[in-house]
């Protein structure tokens, strides 16, 4: 009979309470009653770690995780022990750890920081140390790295990628006391997770309009809109038209405006480059040309303005009335409506311009209807610098004056005049978007016509007003305005009609509380 023995194989791994359930098997041999195996920690089996005679040619223990060596000899029908057979190295493994974080199949976004991602799993007992490792989609290992901790926190770039995790269980060496040896687990299954990249839209630019053209007296409004994903931006101002331009950039911006004194006058580009960090590279807007100029009057300057006001009219009327008993007659009369006007103007030279002007004003009283149209000519002169500014215009007035009584066979009643107008406005810029404006004119009715009344006595009036107010700059060169305005009319007339009106004389007070405007200038 044979006295040795070829194993043929550790059959598999499973859990005990002791550690890994090994079984081992090998051919059984003729002749043999039993069979008697051992396992060491050394080769030299000087102190087996297990010694079992055994009736079959199989045998399962529980292990802890380490490198043995195990070998078996026979047993015959006299109870005689064989030669023990080559002895064969066998690793147990500990056990691979459980995955926690991130679930399988997820999924994350960034636009232009990395996010950090956490992974996790469940720890393994008498283990210290953990190999994690990350594949991306080609199959390619990004991430091979060890922690002493049941978790690891990384980031990567966009992709698709899977990762497992292995421990590194340590196992003492016998003959060496207080070293052990690593005796690695089986890797994890996989787990599959997306990191996904997000563009940031770029920015898109408020103010300073194209072309806009702006004073060194005070500072510009830099505003724009960005993704809200864009926590930091950077003002890019480049000077153009000179051999060696200036390049005025401003970092760590977190807000979306910043105003900037330009002292130099010049040709200007500026861009904003909107970025989720301080360190990230960004997206950048389109770009937007400026001027900046020594003072606020330029050729160039244009003005359109709508605008609309509530007044309220008192007349006084004191007429002679000439019949059998000469009478007189004082009335006073209110009425109120609603304003409605616009005026453009340009200023061909730096200190020279043109403005038109229109309004309408439907006035109602208990007995009338009155609708006052105006239509205005100008020339403008002005004058000023480091945020003052004076003008004066000089022009013409038509005015039309339609009246309707609120009767039945009610009768209407059309006058018109023209006349000269004068005028000044006075202007205080504001560094932060406000400016005070003042006004005060003079117009002259003359040529008053009628087709109801085909002779008109002589005829005298004048016409006095002014306002006071503020205009807010509320985006790029659009200004919202208020003001408060006044005006006094004092006029007399004779009339020649049956009975007849001598002397008679009218005044009429026009206040305005509530007169808004929106401007565009530049």
Known sequence: MKKHLVFLLVLFFSLSSFGREVSFSWEPMEGAVGYEIQVSKTEDFTKPFLNQKLQTPSFSSGMEP??????????????????????????????????????????????????????????????????????????????????????????????????????????????????????????????????????????VLKTPLDGAKLTNHSPIDFSWNQDSHAHFADLNIEELDVQKPANLKFDKIKDKEIKKTIEKPGHYRWSITAKEEEATPGVTSETREFHVLEDPLFAGNYELELNMSYGRDVYNTNSSLQVQTPQQINQTSLAYGMHYGLSLGYYVFRGFGFFVAAREAPMATETLNTTQKELDAQMRFRFGANGFFQEFWFGYRQMDIIEAENTPTSQAFDLATTGPL??????????YKLKLVGTGYYYKPLNFSSPQLTTLGPTNADVFGGSVGV???????????????LEYINGQMGLPLTPPYVNSSWGMTRAEPFYLSISFER
């Open 471 to 485: 205009k807010w700059n509320f985006y790029g060169q659009w200004w919202l305005g208020y003001r408060y305005a």
């Open 422 to 431: 004068f005028g000044t406005r006075i202007g205080i810029d504001f560094p």
């Open 66 to 203: 380490g490198r043995y060596f195990y070998r078996v000899r026979v047993i015959d029908q006299k109870q005689h022990p064989g030669k023990w057979s080559n002895s064969a190295p066998v690793t147990v493994a500990s056990q691979a750890p459980e995955l926690t974080q991130p679930a399988s199949g997820y999924e994350t976004s960034y636009y232009e920081h990395q996010p950090d991602i956490d992974f996790g799993w469940k720890s393994v007992d008498l283990t210290s140390v953990y190999e994690i490792v990350i594949i991306d989609g080609a199959g390619t290992e990004v991430l091979r790295t060890t922690t002493d901790k049941p978790s690891y926190k990384g980031n990567l770039p966009s992709g698709e990628y899977q990762w497992q995790v292995r421990s590194m269980g340590k196992s003492p060496i016998p003959g060496r006391e207080g070293s052990v040896e690593e005796v690695p687990s089986d890797y994890s299954k996989y787990w599959k997770f997306k990191i996904v990249k997000n563009n940031l839209d770029k920015p």
